[in-house]
Each structure stands twice: as C-alpha cells, then as structure tokens.
C-alpha cells in the first residue's frame, strides 16, 4: 500500500485516508523525501483528518519526516488531526515540539503561503 | 463477565488487526470516540512491543462487569526474552529499540488499570483495564 502524494502549485499534497501500518509509514517517509527532492518544493501539507490513530510508531515517523524534509529545505504543516488523536498523543507524551499544525488543509496551505511567500 | 476475543501476533499486519479488534470491541461495550482512540492504540503499542521484541504472541480482549462497572480488560502475552528491569521499561524515553519509548509508559497512562508481569527468558505478560465512564 502507498500513500498518494499530490502536487499543488508549488506546493506537496497528502491526504492519509487509510489506516497506517508500520510498512506504508516508512514507504510514504521515503516515497515524500524523494518527492521533495525531484520537485524542488518549498512546502508540504499532510492531512491527517481521516487518521484515527497515531502510536508512537507512526508519530516518530511523522517527527522524523517533518525533520528530514526541514533539512532538504522544505516546511512540513500537519493537518486535521483529531481531538481524540490529540489527546492520545498528549497521554502518550508526544508532544511534536517544533512541528507546524493548522486546524484543515485550508488553513495549512494558508500557512505556508504565510511563512514561505510565496 | 463476556467471552473473550484474541489476535495472534506473528507479523506486522497484524498489529493493525489487533487494534482494529480492540477498537470494535471497545465501540461495542460503548466507549466513546476518544476511548476507543486510547484503547486502540494501547493495543497498537503492546502489539507493537510483542511484534518487535518477542517474534510472536496474542493480545486477548474481554468485555468485563464489576456491581457497579463495565469496562474492557486487555491482556497481551508472548513467551518472548522477557524484562529483566520493569522500572527501567516503564520510563518515558528507554528504547533498545531507537523507538521514542513512550509505549509501555503511554499504555499505563492510556488504560485506568495496568499490571507488568515479566521473568527473563519466560516472557511477559501485560494486563490493563479501562473502565466505561
Ligand atoms: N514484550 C516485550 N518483551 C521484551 N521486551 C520488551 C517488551 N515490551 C517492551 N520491551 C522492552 O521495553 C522497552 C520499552 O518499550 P516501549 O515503552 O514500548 O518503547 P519502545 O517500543 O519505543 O522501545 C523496549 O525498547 C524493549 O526493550
Ligand atoms: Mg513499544
């Protein structure tokens, strides 16, 4: 299973719309950094509206991607999370410190238009 | 008390079926969204655990009743290498694993109950309960 990473504009679309195993997570790190490497984008959304869980497999992985694509040169804003992911995350002591989030795919676009302006 | 329901662990899917199990079963007893999200993914994290550090194992799910109160027991057992120190396991952060080691600690705060039973080279065994509110 792959996760589809769209291109908007300039800017890197992903929208997780299926239940992430351990396998996809580390297939979609690798598939995004290639991504950003071929397409030279300065900005990547992904949307995690329809993700209902987040272990603390799955939020190393999407720490470690938002890391990875900061020293390539491109900013990384999550999207949507869900209050009960956000508070699982919290009891988990997760706290994505130094990740970008905004409430929707709106409102992450909108933020990185802000912060790269482009 | 209800019948109870168990997943093997022997490869990574099964993780994802194992928290799937314990997310339906959990909806079933009438947790909520947000419970249903912290028992899923205590389940995620024991499978996880028993996947990756003892090959294979089960996760066993069962419906409880008490006078007063219903919740659900989760138990997750394999007859893998074992924990030689549980207080050391149970800090946030120790991973032999370079995991972010917040699963055992993160279990014990995601259930109401939770109980660690280990013997080196016999396997562990972990016990938890959340109850419905
Ligand atoms: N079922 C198990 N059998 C043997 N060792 C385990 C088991 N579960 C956890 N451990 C040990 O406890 C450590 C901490 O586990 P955990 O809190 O889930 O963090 P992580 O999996 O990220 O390392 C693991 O790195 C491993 O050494
Ligand atoms: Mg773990």
């Not at chain 1, 804003?77 to 409430?103: E, N, R, S």
């Not at chain 2, 028992?39 to 003892?54: G, P």
Request: aromatic share 4%; hydrophobic share 45%; net charge negative.
């Amino acid at each position: 299973m792959r996760i589809p990473i769209l291109k908007l504009y300039n800017y890197l679309l992903i929208s997780i719309q299926t239940e992430i195993d351990d396998q996809t997570a580390i297939q979609f790190q690798e598939d995004l950094l290639d991504k950003i490497h071929k397409s030279g984008t300065s900005g990547v959304v992904i949307d995690l509206t329809s993700v209902e869980i987040i272990d603390s497999f799955i939020a190393k992985v999407l720490g470690d991607v938002v890391t990875m694509s900061d020293l390539m040169g491109a900013k990384v804003v999550l999207t949507g999370i869900q209050p009960a992911v956000a508070m699982t995350l919290v009891d988990l002591g997760i706290h994505l410190t130094g990740v970008a989030t905004a409430l929707d795919l709106e409102q992450g676009l909108i933020k990185l238009h802000q912060e790269l302006g482009e | 008390m209800g019948t109870q329901s168990c997943i093997n662990i022997q490869k990574e899917w099964d993780i994802v079926g194992a928290r799937q199990l314990g997310r339906d079963i959990a909806k079933k007893i009438g947790f909520g969204t947000v419970d249903q999200a912290r028992i899923a993914t205590a389940v995620s994290e024991l499978a996880r655990n028993i996947y990756l550090y003892a090959d294979s194992g089960k996760v066993c799910f069962e419906a409880i009743e008490t006078i007063d109160k219903k919740g659900i027991s989760m138990i997750a057992i394999d007859s893998g290498p074992g924990i030689s120190d549980i207080s050391l396991v149970m800090q946030d952060g120790y991973s032999t694993s370079r995991g972010l080691g917040a699963g055992l600690p993160g279990v014990k705060r995601l259930m109401d109950e939770f109980d660690l039973i280990s013997e080196k080279e016999q396997g562990t065994e972990v016990k938890t309960i959340k109850w419905l509110r």
